[in-house]
């Protein structure tokens, strides 16, 4: 299975800021998947970033709120714009390299203040 | 991808099975049946997935009824570490990458 570096791995921001959160793979992988969970919630999928064209986004979420980058098949970065209070949430970053389905990063909680 | 449906929170005892049953009775015939769980804070870890087949690994067995409507995951020997989210997943296998929609899962408390 594919190891992914995700950074941060926590922050606190201020309303009105952006942060953006990287994921690193170590193979090359066609997509990665950027996911949101809020406290106590499971898992929602923001969007698929493909290598090379623009990202495919979730009902709900839109580009100009998350803009995701995919400079090459090993990296990708989600930026979290105009942070409000209800953006507090921990930031997934996923691949699928094999049969064994997904591998997670181990997430970015952010906060919100 | 097809809809599971599981229950929402468990109970076990340490050191007894856990039986987590899911229903995914819209499912289709090349779907697979994968599990994951997720202990406080981390991302979903990968237990075991199926076509048909029972299956198991030194995680967990993975229980497949002939019909695949539905499946039970079992953790044979049940401990503390074991407590936390299991979600039941169908959706057929495309390397490189589809996306998964993940439902609510089951809170499984393992219990001294």
């Known amino acids: 299975s594919a190891v992914i570096s995700q950074k941060p791995s926590r922050d606190i921001c201020q309303r009105g800021t952006s942060l953006t959160i990287q994921c690193q793979v170590d193979s090359q992988v066609t997509m990665m998947f950027w996911y949101r969970q809020q406290p106590g919630q499971s898992l929602t999928l923001i969007a698929t970033a493909n290598q090379g064209s623009e990202a495919t986004y979730e009902s709900g979420f839109v580009i100009d709120k998350f803009p995701i980058s995919r400079p090459n098949l090993t990296f990708s970065t989600l930026t979290v714009s105009n942070m409000s209070p209800e953006d507090s949430s921990i930031y997934l970053c996923?691949?699928?390299?094999?049969?064994?389905?997904?591998?997670f990063g181990s997430g970015t909680r952010l906060t919100v203040v | 991808d097809a809809k599971t449906t599981q229950p929402t929170s468990m109970d076990c005892a340490e050191g007894r099975a856990a039986n987590l049953p899911c229903n995914h009775s819209t499912i289709s015939g090349n779907e697979y049946v994968y599990w994951y769980r997720q202990i406080h804070s981390q991302g979903p870890q990968y237990i075991i997935h199926g076509l048909k087949n029972n299956e198991t690994n030194e995680m967990a067995s993975l229980i497949i009824t002939e019909d695949r409507k539905s499946s039970t995951l079992i953790l044979p020997h049940a401990t503390l570490r074991d407590t936390a989210v299991y979600y039941c997943?169908?959706?057929?296998?495309?390397?490189?990458?589809?996306?998964?929609?993940f439902g609510a899962g089951t809170r499984l408390f393992v219990k001294a």
């Open positions: 996923s691949v699928e390299v094999s049969v064994y389905g997904y591998t």
């Open positions: 997943i169908v959706r057929a296998f495309n390397t490189g990458g589809f996306k998964t929609i």
